[in-house]
């Protein structure tokens, strides 16, 4: 990374109000230190792809100030949303924003609240229907220029977005769940959080997280090996500024009550891919997976032998799978 601590910091104090119009999102991009965001991601598709417009600035919601990307071609045949999982941000979803926009996708993504660029408290959330809630605005911000059909891939904790917003919104009536099923038309669903790894079992976290959120608010992180790439966990350990160095109690617990939701939650019919490593060593995927099934009754299962965890962020041999399993449920 060239860009400083305080250059990112100044970045997301600098980021203009989106107006969901590329005539006025387009031009502060193009500012020096933007450029230099991009670049340093690998995220500056406007330059790699022809005729590719990238809005970029905040959504102001449910008191966070969210940092928010489009990438609009000429003709798109639809519009993939992109939701990161815990600890990441848009910088690090390179390989799935570029999948969309090589099949003439458009892509809608952001940093969730306490990531990346947006505001709040680092990796804390006091509920993950907060998430849903910002996913909710940002989607009905955007309508008016993201084409239709309407995709979404989420990893990890994005799943968890992606599926509190299904369930929370789009089934609040029936009219409105007619309306949804139409629009997110195609869901993949990478590595999906209910539990995590080690919270059911003998290490006992439930126990642990229940003593420990009386007497502290954070914990040290522990980069763990979640990809087969050596050079990504290096990346994110080493070099990627916009990485909490915590894990958020307050997080812990948002996720104890998801799980708590989703027991609850009835099925939803909305057809959906699943894909998920065999080699995931930070969700409790051999509990999530049944889980899910029950709750989502029409999705597609697609098991990946010895992948990790970060699916959108494995090594060639690894990626090259999953991306074929997504494109082959989005696009035959």
């Known amino acids: 990374m060239t860009l400083s601590l305080q250059d990112l910091r100044e970045l997301a104090r600098q980021l203009p109000e989106l107006e969901f119009s590329p005539a006025k999102d387009c031009d502060w991009p193009q500012t020096d230190l933007v450029q230099a965001y991009l670049n340093d991601y690998d995220i500056n598709f406007a330059n790699e792809f022809a005729q590719v417009s990238h809005g970029f600035g905040c959504v102001n919601v449910a008191g966070f100030k969210i940092a928010t990307h489009y990438w609009l071609p000429e003709n798109a045949q639809g519009t993939m949303l992109v939701v990161h999982g815990y600890y990441d941000h848009v910088g690090v979803f390179d390989h799935p924003i570029r999948f969309a926009l090589q099949h003439n996708f458009a892509v809608?993504?952001?940093?969730?609240?306490?990531?990346?660029?947006?505001?709040?408290?680092?990796?804390?959330?006091?509920?993950?229907?907060?998430?849903?809630?910002?996913?909710?605005?940002?989607?009905?911000?955007?309508?008016?220029?993201?084409?239709?059909?309407?995709?979404?891939?989420?990893?990890?904790?994005g799943c968890a977005v992606l599926l509190n917003y299904l369930w929370r919104y789009a089934i609040a009536q029936d009219s409105l769940a007619c309306l949804e099923k139409e629009r997110f038309e195609k869901i993949a669903l990478c590595s999906p959080l209910v539990l995590p790894r080690g919270w059911r079992g003998v290490h006992m976290g439930r126990y642990v997280y229940a003593v420990l959120r009386h007497f502290i608010r954070q914990i040290s992180r522990t980069f763990s090996k979640s990809s087969h790439d050596l050079e990504f966990n290096q990346f994110l350990k080493d070099q990627d500024l916009l990485q909490a160095r915590i894990l958020s109690l307050s997080w812990v617990g948002a996720m104890k009550a998801?799980?708590?939701?989703?027991?609850?939650?009835?099925?939803?019919?909305?057809?959906?891919?699943?894909?998920?490593?065999?080699?995931?060593?930070?969700?409790?995927?051999?509990y999530n997976l049944p889980l899910l099934q029950?709750?989502?009754?029409?999705?597609?299962?697609?098991?990946?032998?010895?992948?990790?965890?970060?699916?959108?962020?494995?090594?060639?041999?690894?990626?090259?799978?999953?991306?074929?399993?997504?494109?082959?449920?989005?696009f035959n």
């Open 108 to 157: 809608l993504a952001f940093d969730l609240p306490g990531h990346g660029l947006s505001s709040g408290e680092p990796a804390a959330i006091d509920s993950f229907n907060q998430y849903g809630d910002v996913l909710a605005e940002i989607l009905q911000q955007s309508a008016i220029i993201m084409p239709q059909p309407l995709y979404a891939l989420g990893q990890s904790t």
């Open 258 to 286: 998801w799980h708590e939701m989703v027991l609850h939650f009835a099925p939803l019919q909305n057809e959906c891919l699943i894909v998920q490593g065999t080699d995931d060593m930070t969700v409790d995927w051999r």
């Open 294 to 330: 029950q709750k989502l009754p029409n999705a597609k299962i697609a098991l990946i032998a010895d992948a990790g965890h970060q699916l959108v962020n494995e090594s060639d041999l690894y990626r090259s799978q999953v991306f074929a399993a997504i494109k082959q449920y989005f």
